[in-house]
């Protein structure tokens, strides 16, 4: 298939912004991504489809134009759905680095697009099955895998990022999954081999995905040797990703349809206008019983609903408990149900988030994960449980985690009261109190407000304190009696200590 032919079917929608001196490039496959920096998923040729989540500023356009030059792939075509229209900073950014550039209209689906570009879109092979044909005929991911196993001679699974085995046909092991996982995370670039602490090798292929998060993404883990560039082996391996791929895209298009009138309830909820009773009733109706014992479940991320919420959802499904999930506020909500005989049981949900969140320590420094856990309660007490996920989320986010995770056991610290108090509150409490020593290390490059913690630390021990710090005692008076000064305030007075101990737990 040529971007010429693309454009002459007038089925698609496509309009050409910029790059009509090479529409006889060769269209090898298909990816959707709102990832800035998509190279370690494109082997070169594709056709990009971007919602353009990306873009809030000219030189972001810049960088993921450069970074498809770079990937070699045949074009980008962009959903009018956000910005009304390809921004104009990105045409000339396409337009220097030679990427040409489609406008889709806002009547036509990536969806569409994509199934269009799959169908004509194929490997030449001598034998074998479709594994896209199988899909768009009906078959699910169990019956995909068990079919491309059948033709590479070797078992194959797909993964999710937050460490669950999404299909399989053969048996993984927990802790060779584990370190795949982790491995999946921290990679620049896939195709990627790894070989686990007992010795064996894999390979993990890039899922094709319109999720922005690495967190929430799929991959294909392989045998190493199954994707050898043997032609059918290696054709047999794009394909399925693209499988997988289209599979995993309906499954997000229902997630987003589905999650829209749980996200309206328990919005509801939390604004009053809705009774524990009658949402849990909602709830029910998205495949949440409204009877029995339930967990709300709260997360944050990078301050991006759509991504938590995607995470969330592929957290959820890890669990096999039953769940609704959608994005609120700043972050995502879920609901998890009780399931007998499950991967994980209701009350012991909290310590398997606990290891979800340690495996998504590893991946990019970028990626910062809150979690709130609420205790197990009854649908007549859906809101308080609700309220008290949200409590301990905000309680995680202020702890120096870089994924982190609070239960209602946390709430009984001072952070609790922390929590509860608006932002803009909060930083002028800080300000008021600390303001005159943090100017002062600024400007004498002194460690007041350091000395200050570590003496409250050690419960205003003297000794103890200058034994930390390395200093003699007789400096630790000093420098404590310039913290009285600069701040006014008595650190022989408990109360003061108190408030500047508050102080000092918010972060700047």
Same mark, same amino acid.
């Given at each position: ?61 810049e ?72 899909v ?63 010795g ?24 190493? !040797? /199954? ?5 059918? *082996?290696?054709?047999?391996?794009? =394909? @399925? +990703?693209?499988?997988?791929?289209? #599979? %995993? ?17 328990l ?6 206008s ?35 919420a ?20 700043? !972050? /995502? ?5 009780? *399931?007998?005989?499950?991967?994980? =049981? @209701? +009350?012991?949900?909290?310590?398997? #988030? %606990?290891?979800?969140?340690a ?53 009984v610290s ?37 000395? @200050?913690?570590?003496?409250?630390e ?51």
């Amino acid at each position: 298939m040529l971007l010429g032919d693309l454009l002459d079917d007038s089925r698609l929608g496509l309009t050409l912004l910029t790059g009509g001196d090479r529409l006889d490039r060769v269209v090898r496959g298909v990816y959707v991504t709102d990832l800035i920096d998509p190279r370690r998923y494109l082997q070169g040729g594709e056709l990009v489809l971007s919602g353009l989540v990306w873009h809030r500023h000219a030189t972001d356009s810049e960088e993921f134009a450069a970074a498809l030059s770079d990937a070699g792939v045949a074009a980008l075509v962009a959903g009018t759905a956000r910005l009304g229209r390809a921004p104009a900073d990105l045409v000339r950014a396409c337009a220097r680095h030679g990427v040409p550039l489609f406008e889709l209209s806002v009547s036509v689906s990536f969806n569409t697009l994509f199934e269009h570009v799959l169908g004509a879109v194929r490997n030449e092979r001598t034998s074998g099955r479709d594994l896209v044909t199988d899909v768009a005929a009906g078959a699910d991911l169990p019956r995909v895998l068990t079919a491309a196993a059948s033709e590479l001679g070797s078992d194959c699974w797909v993964c999710s990022a937050v460490g669950a085995t999404v299909a399989e046909h053969g048996e993984l092991s927990v802790p060779d999954r584990r370190t795949l996982v982790r491995e999946f995370l921290r990679a620049e670039r896939l195709p990627r081999t790894v070989v686990t602490e007992r010795g064996d090798a894999y390979v993990l292929w890039p899922v094709s995905s319109g999720t922005e998060s690495r967190a929430a993404r799929w991959f294909l883990v392989l045998p190493a !040797g /199954a994707e050898q560039r043997d032609s059918t *082996r290696e054709s047999v391996t794009n =394909e @399925l +990703a693209t499988a997988v791929a289209l #599979l %995993r895209s309906r499954l997000d298009e229902g997630r987003q349809v589905s999650g829209g009138p749980v996200g309206t309830a328990l919005r509801a909820l939390l604004e009053g206008s809705a009774g524990s009773r009658e949402v849990a009733g909602r709830l029910a109706e998205a495949g949440l019983s409204g009877e029995g014992t339930l967990c709300a479940v709260a997360l944050s991320m990078n301050g991006s609903s759509e991504a938590a919420a995607d995470v969330l959802r592929e957290i959820a499904a890890a669990s096999g408990l039953p769940s609704v999930t959608a994005p609120v506020e700043t !972050g /995502a909500l879920a609901v998890f149900g009780a *399931r007998a005989g499950g991967p994980v =049981e @209701l +009350a012991g949900l909290a310590d398997w #988030l %606990r290891g979800t969140l340690a495996d998504l320590e590893h991946g990019p420094a970028w990626l910062e994960v809150s979690v709130g856990v609420s205790d197990l309660a009854d649908p007549s007490g859906l809101r308080g449980a609700v309220e008290e996920a949200r409590y301990t989320r905000r309680l995680a986010e202020q702890r120096h985690g870089r994924c982190d995770i609070a239960t209602a056991a946390d709430l009984v610290s001072q952070q609790v009261l922390l929590s509860a108090v608006p932002d803009e509150l909060r930083h002028s409490y800080r300000q008021r109190l600390l303001g005159g020593l943090l100017a002062y290390d600024r400007d004498h490059q002194s460690d007041l407000v350091h000395t @200050l913690r570590t003496f409250l630390e050690c419960s205003g021990s003297w000794s103890r304190c200058a034994q930390r710090l390395h200093v003699h005692v007789n400096t630790l008076r000093y420098r404590i009696r310039r913290v009285e000064e600069i701040s006014g305030r008595d650190l022989g007075d408990f109360p003061t200590r108190v408030d500047f101990y508050l102080a000092l737990q918010i972060n700047g």
